[in-house]
Nanobody
Framework: VQLQASGGGLVQAGGSLRLSCAAS????????MGWFRQAPGKEREFVTA????????DYADSVKGRFSISRDNAENTVYLQMNSLKPEDTAVYYC????????????????WGQGTLVTVSS
């Protein structure tokens, strides 16, 4: 199983980026998927998650109203649209897919992508 994240890069504060995470090796159409991030010197933190059918989403308070998660089950892909980016959003962003749950991601049993770096300059 592989989760391939892409779309990271350097952007100025206030700008936008769209991350993609394409899964291969199995289908995740029945599983919750999401994004986490890890800033330099900090622990990995939850960003957002989406249920199997896309009807339920959850966001960290720090990104609510700026980030939007979506998924395309036909493409086995999850997306993260990031708007109004701030320097504190700078981090490596990891996509994740739960092995069992259709609603939530339990980090201890999730599949993880390799990460994509997002750098927001002030």
């Amino acid at each position: 199983v592989q989760l391939q994240a892409s779309g990271g890069g350097l952007v100025q504060a206030g700008g936008s980026l769209r991350l993609s995470c394409a899964a291969s090796g199995r289908t995740f159409s029945s599983n919750a998927m999401g994004w986490f991030r890890q800033a330099p010197g900090k622990e990995r933190e939850f960003v957002t998650a989406i249920s199997w059918n896309g009807r339920s989403t959850d966001y960290a308070d720090s990104v609510k109203g700026r980030f939007s998660i979506s998924r395309d089950n036909a493409e086995n892909t999850v997306y993260l649209q990031m708007n109004s980016l701030k320097p504190e959003d700078t981090a490596v962003y990891y996509c994740a897919a739960d092995r069992l749950s259709s609603q939530d991601i339990v980090t201890g049993r999730a599949y993880w992508g390799q990460g994509t770096l997002v750098t927001v300059s002030s």
